[in-house]
């Protein structure tokens, strides 16, 4: 009875990730179809983000202003007219890409585009998740636009002080996992890196205040208000206190979470920060998420932190029960008084 006991939890785990691996393909697909409609006319699409980052940064080596650099793209469906996406990073994302502002910009999209799948693989061997994970959705949707987001989780995932202090420069956000983890050694660098540039770089600090107001106005209207909870006060009030309960009992994955649940203006690719959880339940209600007015991704992140705070509820009482019932035993079978 034994062996068939192993045998059937062998074969239920390979049935389960083979049914996981085919859920994430198709929703994988579904997440980039669109890219690949109406063929050619949607391929500048691919990678183009990682090229809107480096045109920020040579239009401030240029002395431009980096928040007027933009990238375009044909509209969906095609009509002729090209959509134009602005660059919204911080300072230290601009500084974060001017060391390969001397490599010509098809080379670079290129290098970074395969940057961007080394990183992926990185954090899915780093997590020891199979290969396959790479379909997830988030991580797909990141890998084809080459978002800095893909290589900034691999950097939150490295050994290295260093290279986790280079994360925040990629994106802002990259701060909230690296305290829930406690990197202070990494945080302090980054402070420092941080408070140096506002010093030899003020100019540039200084026109992204005057500009911040517009960068925020922009960014929340393209994205219309993001796929987190944070375009819904009623649900960020929810989501906000069922994190801020999970981080009672784990800090550590609250710091994940927070981000695609509650950063302002949020894309779906955020939602890759769930990965480190490796959750194959909350990673498949998340790879639905593709449409933003479902709230999918919010919702499933306060799913997964009652289900975490009701268990640990449960195992307590469960414990409690057990030392109650060993004391009555002990109190039983004690001698009697002479």
């Known amino acids: 009875m034994a062996q068939l006991a192993r045998l059937a939890r062998v074969h239920g785990r390979t049935v389960g990730s083979f049914a996981l691996a085919v859920w994430f393909a198709y929703w994988g697909w579904k997440s980039i179809a669109d890219t690949f409609t109406e063929w050619p006319n949607h391929l500048d699409t691919v990678g183009i983000d990682g090229r809107l980052y480096y045109r920020a940064a040579v239009t401030w080596l240029s002395g431009g202003n980096p928040w007027t650099a933009f990238t375009t ?36 999209v290129v290098g970074w585009f395969a940057l961007t799948i080394a990183a992926a693989v990185y954090v899915l061997r780093r997590l020891h998740l199979p290969i396959w994970w790479l379909m997830f959705p988030p991580l797909v949707e990141g890998i084809l636009v080459a978002n800095p987001h893909v290589v900034c989780l691999a950097l939150l995932l490295s050994s290295s002080t260093w290279l986790r202090a280079l994360a925040a420069p990629l994106k802002a956000y990259a701060v909230i996992p690296m305290v829930g983890d406690r990197q202070w050694r990494a945080l302090g660098l980054l402070a420092l890196g941080v408070g140096l540039s506002v010093v030899v770089f003020w100019p540039l600090w200084t026109q992204y205040r005057a500009d911040y107001a517009h960068i925020s106005d922009w960014l929340a209207g393209a994205t219309y208000g993001g796929w987190s909870a944070a375009r819904d006060p009623r649900l960020f009030a929810i989501t906000a206190g069922a994190l801020g309960t999970l981080a009672l009992i784990d800090f550590w994955a609250a710091g994940w979470l927070a981000v695609p649940a509650l950063w302002p203006a949020a894309q779906y690719f955020y939602a890759s920060f769930v990965l480190p959880l490796r959750s194959p339940l909350l990673a498949a209600v998340v790879a639905t998420g593709l449409n933003r007015a479902d709230a999918v991704v919010p919702w499933a992140i306060v799913a997964y932190a009652v289900a975490r705070v009701g268990a640990w509820l449960w195992h307590r009482r469960d414990a409690g029960t057990r030392r109650d019932l060993a004391g009555a035993s002990g109190a039983s079978g004690a001698a009697p008084a002479v």
């Open 73 to 108: 793209t044909n509209t969906w469906p095609v009509t002729g007219q090209y959509i134009h996406f602005f660059f919204t990073g911080p300072p230290p994302t601009v500084l974060a890409f001017v060391p390969f502002a001397w490599i010509p910009e098809t080379l670079f």
